[in-house]
């Protein structure tokens, strides 16, 4: 059987109709989801590993394509999973690659592991460059605004390798000041959060700079971080 279809058996194996309902109403998706817990991908994606380390390069992207190819939710995130946790394949990714990454991302699970856990540590490592955000940034569709956002959070998590990046994480920040979609507004709030204890200063004047233009939770959610480092409290 050809590895994806291993993959896809491996997870069946776990699926579960509440959790499936579940998942649909958390993050609603066209994809098929099988409703498996992400502990069971977690695992499902550590035993795929093993056989994606030893292919070539080439079939390692097979692999991948064909895992995006079913469809499914939880083939998606074990796909990007490979990637990131296969140093190679990550330090190795071509903007071309990275654009065949671009589907299924109609939900904000699968934009929150792709863009901080592959993308944004492509950007960070120079693999893509900052016109691939920023076009990302400006796209039409809200979720690939959002995934942007999400990239600069591995510029300045530091359990990514993220060392903080001021100039890269605002350019991404000030496309979407004004924007109101929901999506946007809290990866907005979040990419702002994760660069405040690098750079303080420069998050207060941002704020200070656009503040008739951000939205209320925004600026609820960052003043707070900066004034208490938590989200909330």
Do not use: C
Not at 144 to 157: E, G, I
Not at 214 to 219: F, H, Q, S, Y
């Amino acid at each position: 059987m050809h590895l994806a279809g291993q993959i896809l058996s491996a997870l069946t194996l776990h699926a579960d109709p509440t959790r499936r309902a579940h998942s649909l109403e958390y993050a609603p998706t066209a994809l098929h989801v099988l409703g498996v817990t992400m502990p069971d991908v977690n695992a499902t994606t550590a035993e795929a590993l093993r056989a994606f380390k030893p292919l070539p390069p080439d079939a390692r992207w097979h692999l991948l394509h064909a895992l995006l190819d079913l469809e499914t939710f939880e083939t998606s995130l074990v796909a990007f999973d490979l990637i990131a946790r296969h140093r190679p394949t990550l330090e190795a990714l071509t903007p071309a690659q990275a654009r065949s990454l671009l589907r299924g991302l109609d939900n904000w699970v699968t934009v929150d592991t792709l863009g901080p856990r592959v993308l944004g540590p492509a950007w960070r490592l120079g693999r893509l460059d900052d016109a691939f955000a920023h076009d990302l940034a400006t796209h039409a569709d809200p979720f690939m605004r959002r995934l942007a956002l999400t990239m600069t959070v591995a510029l300045n998590l530091k359990s990514r390798g993220g060392h903080g990046d001021t100039p890269r994480t605002l350019a991404i920040a000030a496309t979407a000041v004004t924007d109101r979609h929901d999506l946007v507004v809290k990866a907005l709030s979040w990419a702002l959060r994760q660069l405040a204890p690098w750079d303080p200063s420069a998050v207060r004047a941002f704020l200070e700079a656009y503040a008739p233009q951000l939205a209320p939770r925004v600026l609820r959610e960052v003043r707070r971080k900066l004034e208490t480092g938590k989200k909330n409290g």
